[in-house]
Each structure stands twice: as C-alpha cells, then as structure tokens.
C-alpha cells in the first residue's frame, strides 16, 4: 500500500512538473525570467531583471492596480536600456513625485486597451498598406510598421521602438518587449 502511494505521487510529481515546464516553454522568457500566461502583467514584469526600471516607474505612477486589472491590456515594454539611453537624467525626473502626471503619460503611451499579438499587428499594418494608427490609453497615437520583419512603432515625436520579444502572453494581455521609450508629443 505504502509502496504503491509512493510510486503514485512520484508519477503526480513527475506530472506536475512536466506541465509546469511545458507552460513555461509556451511564453519566451524575458530578462531571465519564465513568463507564464497565468500570471498578469505586473506578476510576470516583476520578475524581469530588464525591466526593473518599468517597474519602478509603473509604481510611482501609481498604475500597478491597473495593470493588475482585468484588462486586456497590451504593453509595449522598454527594456532598461531603453530607459537608459534617454538624455541624462530624465527617468530621475520623471520619477520625483512632483512629475508623476507626467510619468504617467509616458506609461499609458505604451499600453493599448485590447489584446494585440503581433500576427494582429502585423494584419493590421499589411492591410493599412505599411503602417497602422495604434490609440494608447495615453492618448497618443502610435504609428506600426515593418522593418527587416519585425514590428516598428514610431512615437509622436519621431523615436522608432523595435519589438524586440513579442507575444509574451499575460493572463490579462500581452507584453511586447521593446528597446526604445515611446514619448508623446510636447
């Protein structure tokens, strides 16, 4: 009896954590870390040793609730670097309470209120002959193209992000990592 329990939740256990490496082979893994589509976009960013500085902006802008949401919610997320290559610093400005309106702006210009996966993108750009009008919560419009086959967005104020992983999928959207911050104009 006992032998026969043992071996059953061996066979559970072997199981069990299959599944949770099929799941996590599913979604790429961003920063070093799985992102599993159970998780919401905050759950799964957290996790992300390259998007600390996303993180930390999401928190003093106040929006962890709202992107804890139900959503859907696609997320255009800068990698620190992105962060990083702004002028000298910005994100320290950004950052200081006094400016959380505009950080905040900043923020919701990379988030679109539907679920968007890049073979979506991609339809939309296609049929749009090249380009594609992308609303934000924010308010700002995104422009979406196709360069060398990846997905381009160009900002209000001409910068161009490169998706650099797509469809990482959340349990309330998408995240769509990419290597330059989007700006709204003025």
Do not use: W
């Amino acid at each position: 009896m006992l032998r026969t329990s043992l071996r059953n939740l061996a066979i559970v256990s072997a199981v069990a954590g299959s599944a949770v490496l099929a799941h996590a082979a599913m979604n790429p893994e961003v920063g070093g870390a799985p992102m599993y589509d159970n998780k919401n976009i905050v759950e799964n960013a957290v996790n992300s040793k390259d998007h600390t500085t996303l993180v930390a902006a999401v928190q003093a802008a106040g929006l962890v609730e709202t992107l804890q949401g139900a959503g859907p919610f696609t997320v255009f997320a800068p990698t620190n670097a992105a962060f990083e290559a702004l002028p000298a610093g910005t994100v320290d400005t950004l950052l200081k309470p006094e400016n959380k309106d505009q950080l905040t702006k900043v923020l919701t210009c990379h988030v679109v209120a539907a679920e968007a996966m890049s073979a979506a993108i991609d339809k939309m750009i296609k049929d749009d002959g090249g380009m594609h009008p992308v609303k934000t919560v924010g308010g700002c419009t995104l422009t979406a193209s196709e360069k060398d086959g990846k997905i381009t967005l160009t900002d209000e104020t001409g910068g161009v992000a490169t998706v650099t992983i797509a469809d990482v999928k959340q349990s309330n959207g998408v995240i769509h990592v990419i290597d330059k911050v989007l700006l709204p104009k003025g």
